[in-house]
């Protein structure tokens, strides 16, 4: 089964990524980037897919796949039953 990175993707209205790195494990990582649309200065750092590519030298690559997916369409708050 194939890992999919959604949170931050999805959070920024982009694709979702899926894992074809091979590395197993879980990784507790710092990223460093400037969201698209912010105001530019000299010591921000670099945009989103260069902050990956360049601190976590992963490369992403437009392609399609199978991915697994879990849909929720629908939730309620739970009630005091």
Same mark, same amino acid.
């Given at each position: $089964? ?60 437009? $392609? ?5 997916? $879990? ?11």
């Amino acid at each position: $089964m194939r890992r999919v990175l959604l949170l931050p993707f999805v959070l920024l209205g982009c694709r979702p990524a899926v894992d074809k790195t091979g590395i197993a494990g879980r990784f507790d990582l710092v990223l460093r980037w400037t969201p698209d649309g912010a105001v530019e200065e000299a010591s921000a750092p670099p945009s989103l897919f260069t902050a990956i590519q360049e601190q976590l030298g992963l490369k992403l690559e437009a $392609m399609k796949t199978a991915a697994d997916v $879990m849909v929720i369409d629908h939730a309620e708050q739970p009630t005091n039953d």
